[in-house]
């Protein structure tokens, strides 16, 4: 069997939600494969990018992706009736979002072969993943193939810090030896640079919810594995004091206090991450240039 190409004009979406990374990389000049597993969100993205599908520079793929050891054709699929972006396969991510206020519709939606979609469409150039509890399996998925992305991202871990060592030992062991832990709360504010340095140089507007920039358009240096991990042990400690699952979450003056935090320093406070990695190939290609 023939090897799948890097496609460098080619980005996947995973987790499409409504489109605003989608509509984000198809500004940029890319083409897109985007996947979602909620049946009201893939319907509101086929009409929203209509133009694009008909020009053949978006492809969406519906449906949910799992783990190996889920091998059923469908899968319940937990809708969040009050934050969209917040669906998952996942039962404790469920779980934990009914603990901060929300409730779920469950549904069945079709299983899909991740592994297969990146032999039909190819090895694409960055890979987005947020897919709420789910995203190493894609990376999982990477090992079977010799060619990677140049670049991907993933939300990262913020109970466990020994789960988010374990993604980035994964994202060592695939390759990815250069790192960026990218705040997304404030995504609204992330200016463009300009000239760009990804696709195109466009104006653009980051919705909240947003993945936002990519590859060399990020701002900062590259870190080593060690350096990032230094620099997420920081971020935990904000996790632990102000996060999801923290004390004064439970208590009215323990959210005021954050909140008055918040406004003092003017950024998020915990805020979320995403981790950026970037593959030794391309480390190699950008030294040859």
């Not at 060690?226 to 400690?237: A, D, N, P, T, W």
């Amino acid at each position: 069997m023939s090897l799948p190409p890097k496609h460098l004009d080619l980005i996947y979406d995973v987790g499409m939600h409504k489109g605003e990374d989608t509509d984000y990389y198809l500004q940029k000049g890319f083409r897109v494969v985007a996947f979602e597993a909620n049946p009201d969100l893939v319907k509101l993205c086929r009409t929203r990018f209509a133009n694009a599908i008909d020009r053949k520079e978006l492809t969406i793929v519906e449906g949910a992706i799992v783990d190996k050891e889920r091998a059923q054709k469908t899968v319940k699929f937990y809708s969040n009736r009050k934050k969209s972006i917040w669906g998952t396969v996942n039962s404790d991510w469920a779980h934990r979002n009914e603990i901060l206020g929300t409730d779920n519709e469950v549904i069945e939606v079709e299983v899909v072969d991740f592994k297969e979609c990146l032999r039909q469409y190819g090895i694409p150039y960055y890979m987005k993943v947020d897919i709420e509890g789910s995203d190493l399996v894609c990376l999982e998925s990477l090992l079977d193939f010799d060619i990677k992305p140049n670049y991907v991202s993933i939300e990262s871990e913020k109970v466990v810090f020994q789960a988010l060592d374990e993604q980035i030992d994964l994202l060592v062991h695939l390759g990815y030896g250069q790192f960026k832990s990218v705040q997304q709360e404030n995504i609204v504010y992330r200016a463009l640079p300009d000239p760009a340095k990804e696709g195109k140089t466009i104006n653009y507007h980051f919705l909240y919810g947003s993945s936002g920039l990519f590859g060399e358009d990020l701002p900062g240096k590259w870190k080593t594995r060690h350096s990032v991990l230094r620099e997420y042990r920081g971020i935990f400690i904000l996790y632990h004091l102000f996060g999801d699952y923290s004390v004064l979450r439970r208590f009215t003056w323990g959210r005021k206090l954050t909140q008055g935090l918040r406004r003092l320093l003017g950024r998020p406070i915990p805020g979320w991450h995403d981790i950026h990695a970037k593959h030794s190939s391309a480390v190699l290609q950008s030294s040859q240039n």
